[in-house]
């Protein structure tokens, strides 16, 4: 066997050359120091959208995109197609800790600062991916048809709308139209299985191998260290190792919440009923959501909604282009305001979360 | 002993320790592919078995014409010949499945897929069909014509 393997890696090399490729990823270290804990989530955020790959394909074949059908369709996965109800649970469990994942992976990033140059490039391409997984667990929502899904696209559409200038026709780009119809779902379900991976994977892919070109990223105090001095493990089979195991127990995980947590399903849409009561966002735009509910209807001569996009926005592209005006870090100096304004985020999301939740 | 131990312990111990590991490790793959695959297989529809249905009214069939049939889940062909007697068969071409038709101006029923040609009393006669369709049977109830499977 292991002769065979050798035989057919041989084989490959003579045509292709890989054995250059080979070693250089075997040079690949991982460093060791007290917040290594924190490099595990990069990982940990790859597995699940392997997972979600690989689900909602499975999902795929028994999903039908239109508003006469994809509710029964999806009862029909939940109730008639053996494991069925479990495919689907794992796709939404792993679709939370996905996004959770990412925010402990980007905040992460954040405060070791490693986003700093050379890897801007780095940092970037990952808050793109941040924002399509957002839009992925958006377009997501809807596709199952159910009530509580039909109104939160309304609003969350509505809300979309409310930009200055691309506002409007962003919303009916979203929407296939005026309203949230069937043309709305059709519209999402292509972004959300065709569109969005696409892309997805495309900037996934530019984020590895900037990862795979320029190495792990030491953390400031470590930089100052002589090479002699620093404290580092082989990625391979070392830290692979360790990641493997992780995602082990995050597998686990999801099979533990989806079998006793599995996704519910609800009423269909009805777009000429009323909106049900206590109709909420998924937990990753609560935040935003309970924000938008503290402005006040105008603010001057401008609508107190709309501030807050704008608020948001600018916060959001501050957050972006962090590399590029946080100089101290690039030089290799300790930059406290980052600190601050990072505490300040965590704490605003988690507490607007909490209020948003407990309203 | 104990500064030694010897080397049959070492072997079964590690013996022990692979068995418990491949084992686990089939065992996990097996909770994941078992799902998997039984996922893929598509649920049984219940299926109502027809033995008999209403092909329509005798005014809505001209002669000399051929009409495709909904048989439960298959299609099935009826034929209404010059004298103004009907035919039904199996509208499944024996070949490769393709849906057959009448064709009026050759007198035969045939397959547009690859020119498989059967008589009208289903037997195939040209190209590639290696068998005869299955002639269902026709009743006519008052004004309404029924198709239904001969026993």
Known sequence: MKNLLQKFYKWVDERVEVKGLVEYMGKKYVPVHRNSIWYYFGGVSLFLFIIQVVTGILLLFYYKGSSDLAFESVKFIMSKVQFGWLVRSIHAWSANLFILSIFIHMFSVYFEKSYRYPREMTWVTGFIMFLLALFFGFSGYLLPWNELSFFATRVGSDIAGAVPIIGPPLKTFIRGGEDVTGATLSRLFGFHVALLPGIFTIILGIHLILIQRQGISEPLHMEKKKEKEKKKMPFFPNFMLRDLLLWLIVLNILAILAVYFPAELGHKADPFSSAPAGIKPEWYFLFMFQTLKYFPGHVLFIEGEVLGILLFGAAGLLWLLVPFWDRKSARGEHNRLINYLGIFAVMFIIILTILGWVS | ?151
Not at chain 2, 68 to 79: A, D, E, Q, T
Not at chain 2, 83 to 92: H, I, L, P, V, Y
């Open chain 2, 1 to 151: 002993m104990e500064e030694n131990p010897s080397s049959q312990g070492q072997t079964s111990r590690r013996g022990f320790l692979k068995y418990l590991l491949t084992g686990g490790l089939i065992g996990f793959a097996a909770s994941i592919f078992y799902p998997l695959f039984s996922y893929l297989k598509p649920p049984k529809q219940t299926e109502v078995e027809v033995s008999s249905v209403l092909a329509g009214k005798i005014t809505d069939f001209e002669p000399d014409k051929g009409k495709i049939i909904k048989f439960g889940s298959k299609p099935v062909i009826l034929i209404r010949l010059k004298d103004k007697t009907f035919r039904a068969f199996e509208a499944t071409c024996t070949h490769l499945a393709c849906t057959v038709q009448f064709r009026s101006d050759l007198g035969v029923i045939w397959c547009a897929c690859h020119n498989g040609k059967y008589d009208l009393n289903g037997r195939n006669i040209s190209g590639p069909p290696p068998r005869p369709l299955t002639e269902y049977s026709v009743i006519q109830k008052g004004k309404e014509i029924y198709i239904s499977k001969n026993a």
